[in-house]
C-alpha cells in the first residue's frame, strides 16, 4: 500500500523559514517524479516545485530563488525549503508522485497524493 506523508508545516512570520518533509512507502522510489504542491483557500491546486526523472528541479516562477527541493533516496524522503516566506504562500501543501508529471505539472493525473501539511505565514 503506498502512502505518502507530509509534515513540518505551521505557522511563521513573513521573512521567515519552515521546511517541508514528504516521506513515501510502498512505491519504488526512484522511478517516481516527486512534486510539491499547494492550495490556498478558495483557489486551485497550484504547482509550487518538482523533480524531474531527468534530475531537473523545477520551480514555479512565484517561489523561483526562495523555495529549494530536494530528495534523499536512501530515505524515501523529499524535503522542500522555504526561505523569505511570504503572507501570499499561506496554503496547504501537498506532496505528490506520479510515474511521469505532464509537461506543466497539471494537479490532474497526478498518481500519489498525501493528505497536506498547512504553512501560515503571518504579516
Known amino acids: 500500500q503506498v502512502q505518502v506523508v507530509e509534515s513540518g508545516g505551521g505557522l511563521v512570520q513573513a521573512g521567515g523559514s519552515l521546511r517541508l518533509f514528504c516521506e513515501a512507502s510502498?512505491?519504488?522510489?526512484?522511478?517516481?517524479?516527486m512534486g510539491w504542491f499547494r492550495q490556498a483557500p478558495g483557489q486551485d491546486r497550484q504547482f509550487v516545485g518538482g523533480?524531474?526523472?531527468?534530475?531537473?528541479?523545477v520551480y514555479a516562477d512565484s517561489v523561483k530563488g526562495r523555495f529549494t527541493i530536494s530528495r534523499d533516496n536512501a530515505k524515501n524522503t523529499m524535503y522542500l525549503q522555504m526561505n523569505n516566506l511570504k503572507p501570499e504562500d499561506t496554503a496547504v501543501y501537498y506532496c505528490a508522485a506520479s510515474f511521469r508529471f505532464s509537461s506543466t505539472f497539471s494537479p490532474s493525473g497526478i498518481t500519489y497524493w498525501g493528505k497536506g501539511t498547512l504553512v501560515t505565514v503571518s504579516s
Open positions: 523533480l524531474r526523472s531527468d534530475g531537473r528541479t
Open positions: 510502498g512505491l519504488t522510489w526512484f522511478r517516481y517524479e
